[in-house]
């Protein structure tokens, strides 16, 4: 059975660091997303991205983040300088079509900021 | 903007029996959809059942079930006959056009 696939399963990256989060969607999706999951709570969404744009993203996705589907398989998800806030799981997504549209989930990334 | 409220921050169950975990929702739209995710220990997030808004029929899925009350914004999980591996954190979403909003969750114990 297709499923979306993440690398690295755990990154470690000092404050201030830039950190690229990369994602393999299944491949004859066309909408994307990530979420985070600080630990112990809720999951968070960041950002959703349709036809090589931002469809839509959350107050979380500042300035910092950036997304970009460099070729036909990635997706990723940039972390220009990071915070010790941005500790998390990082959670890709994908899904042939919006709403009634399951969106599957990869794996995750834990990301921990030192 | 869509909010999810599950107010059970942990529930546990028998094995063998059944268990209802609980979700409101607050929207303006008229047509959406609702799901309920697992998120075993793996962390990895697994759709157990949707919803559709304009449907009344409450979906089904093996021993998943919804009570959809559209009027009420409500939205339960009935878990039947209880396994040890149904024990995880539940979310209940909100599928907007391009994301999910999900509740902060309840973590379900199975008791053997």
């Known amino acids: 059975e297709p499923e979306v696939t993440q690398t690295p399963s755990h990154q470690v990256t000092q404050m201030g660091q830039e950190v690229i989060l990369r994602c393999v969607p299944i491949?004859?999706?066309?909408?994307f997303y990530w979420y985070r999951q600080i630990l112990g709570q809720k999951v968070e969404f960041l950002v959703s991205?349709?036809?090589?744009?931002?469809?839509?993203k959350s107050e979380i996705f500042d300035d910092q983040f950036s997304v970009e589907r460099p070729d036909g398989s990635n997706f990723t998800l940039k972390i220009r300088s990071t915070k010790l806030e941005d500790s998390a799981m990082y959670f890709c997504?994908?899904?042939?079509?919006?709403?009634?549209?399951?969106?599957?989930f990869g794996p995750g990334t834990r990301l921990t900021v030192t | 903007a869509q909010t999810v409220t599950q107010s059970q921050p942990e529930m546990s169950v028998q094995e063998a029996e059944t268990v209802t975990l609980s979700c409101t929702y607050d929207?303006?739209?008229?047509?959406?959809?609702l799901f309920w995710y697992k998120q075993p220990p793996s962390r990895q997030m697994i759709l157990v059942i949707r919803?559709?808004?304009?449907?009344?029929q409450n979906a089904t899925e093996n021993r998943f079930s919804v009570n959809f009350q559209k009027a009420a914004k409500s939205f339960s999980l009935k878990i039947s006959d209880s396994q040890l591996g149904d024990a995880a954190m539940y979310f209940c979403?909100?599928?907007?056009?391009?994301?999910?909003?999900f509740g902060k969750g309840t973590l379900l114990t199975v008791n053997p």
């Open positions: 491949s004859n999706h066309l909408y």
């Open positions: 919803q559709e808004a304009y449907k009344q």
């Open positions: 979403a909100y599928r907007s056009p391009y994301k999910l909003t």
């Open positions: 929207t303006s739209e008229s047509d959406y959809y």
């Open positions: 997504a994908s899904s042939t079509g919006t709403f009634l549209y399951e969106q599957y």
């Open positions: 991205f349709y036809n090589n744009e931002i469809s839509e």
